[in-house]
């Protein structure tokens, strides 16, 4: 008789890019690279924030919370954008920052 264990394997969480410049107007995209198990839950947080999408119709997660969209991209939306991943074994995070480049930089 041969029994099948689930077991957990190391949560890990990676948000790429690291690094993105995108002018104002454009779209910016950040995607956690997410592996482990038992699956993990998913949050997003600005500069220390979470993530509000009821709150700005601009910002937009998809794929499991995997993927933050931000369309129109205005100067305060530049900043370090974290990914915090939890499971039952424990958590990992993650961070990318969008800079505002060319056109509407801050000078």
């Known amino acids: 008789m ?3 264990v689930a077991s957990a394997a190391a949560l890990t969480a990676r948000v790429r890019p690291d690094v993105q410049v995108v002018d104002v107007g454009q779209s910016a995209t950040f ?6 198990s038992p699956a ?3 949050a997003w947080y600005k500069d220390g924030a979470p993530v509000d999408t009821d709150d700005d119709a ?3 997660l998809n794929d499991d919370r995997r993927q933050l969209s931000v369309r129109g991209v205005l100067r ?3 900043g370090i954008y974290q990914c ?3 499971n ?5 995070q993650s961070s990318g920052r969008l800079i505002i480049g060319g056109k509407g930089a801050p000078r």
Do not use: F, K, Y
């Open 2 to 4: 041969h029994w099948h």
């Open 31 to 36: 995607l956690c690279v997410i592996s482990g």
């Open 40 to 42: 993990p839950t998913v």
């Open 76 to 78: 305060q939306d530049a």
């Open 88 to 92: 039952s074994e424990g958590s990992e």
């Open 58 to 60: 601009r910002l937009t």
């Open 84 to 86: 915090l991943v939890e």
